[in-house]
């Protein structure tokens, strides 16, 4: 069955950098795009970034542009989540889902980043 | 970027009715080249992902219940849920996939009455 599980979430103080990672399993990995959505506390879904099953196209949300890199390791079925300067504002539980025909099928767990000083 | 605007934000029924879930896009999501309009709904219950329901609008998810019913074209979609349960108690996003940014609503609160 399909399983998604992102790691590398924790407190971190404004400015600093962290990685996420999304090990994913039970399909094929690199035939799939996959995003990064995020979730701040109490509020709704918000969109961060996408990547194309070869890694070849990635899209951002304005909000993260210039901090944030999405990548993927097709030999590790596993995307990232490279997140720099980070904000309060990037406070949030952030989920890996993968694409099928543009939508999201599936989702991880999420894992939850704390910024804070 | 696209608009997405669910209403009412919050919405108490009864179990065994029915809730019904607006959700309006500030540009047409039908994309001519195929007719399809580029609409999905989602379910998230407390300390859960979101779960896809609802995909092209109107087609349900493999395993969803039968009881959840999409509708609508161009700007204007609804999200049905017929004979309220309470397992259906979570909230609703819409969200559109027909360009980057993926844009989703704001939510929508299901209670029991």
């Known amino acids: 069955q399909v399983q998604l599980v992102e790691s590398g979430g924790g407190v971190v103080q404004p400015g600093r950098s962290l990685r996420l990672s999304c090990v994913a399993s039970?399909?094929?990995?690199?035939?799939?795009?996959m995003h990064w959505v995020r979730q701040a506390p109490g509020k709704g879904l918000e969109w961060v970034a996408i990547?194309?099953?070869?890694?070849?196209?990635?899209y951002y949300a304005d909000s993260v542009r210039g901090r944030f890199t999405i990548s993927r390791d097709n030999s590790k079925n596993t995307l990232y989540l490279q997140m720099n300067s980070l904000r309060v504002e990037d406070t949030a539980v952030y989920y890996c889902a993968r694409e099928r025909d543009s939508f999201n099928d599936y989702w991880g767990l999420g894992t939850l980043v704390t910024v804070s000083s | 970027d696209i608009v997405m605007t669910q209403s009412p934000g919050s919405l108490a029924v009864s179990l065994g009715e029915r809730a019904t879930i607006n959700c309006k896009s500030s540009?047409?999501?039908?994309?001519?080249?195929?007719?399809?309009?580029?609409l999905a709904w989602y379910q998230q219950k407390p300390g859960q992902p979101p779960k896809l329901l609802i995909y092209?609008?109107?087609t349900r998810e493999s395993g969803v219940p039968d009881r959840f019913s999409g509708s609508g074209s161009g700007t204007d979609f609804t999200l049905t849920v017929n004979s309220l349960q309470a397992e259906d108690v979570a909230v609703y996003y819409c969200q559109q996939y027909y360009n980057t940014p993926r844009t989703f609503g704001q939510g929508t609160k299901v209670e029991i009455k």
């Open positions: 039970g399909f094929i990995f690199s035939n799939y795009g």
């Open positions: 540009q047409s999501l039908l994309y001519s080249s195929d007719n399809k309009n580029y």
């Open positions: 092209w609008a109107s």
């Open positions: 990547i194309w099953y070869d890694g070849s196209n990635k």
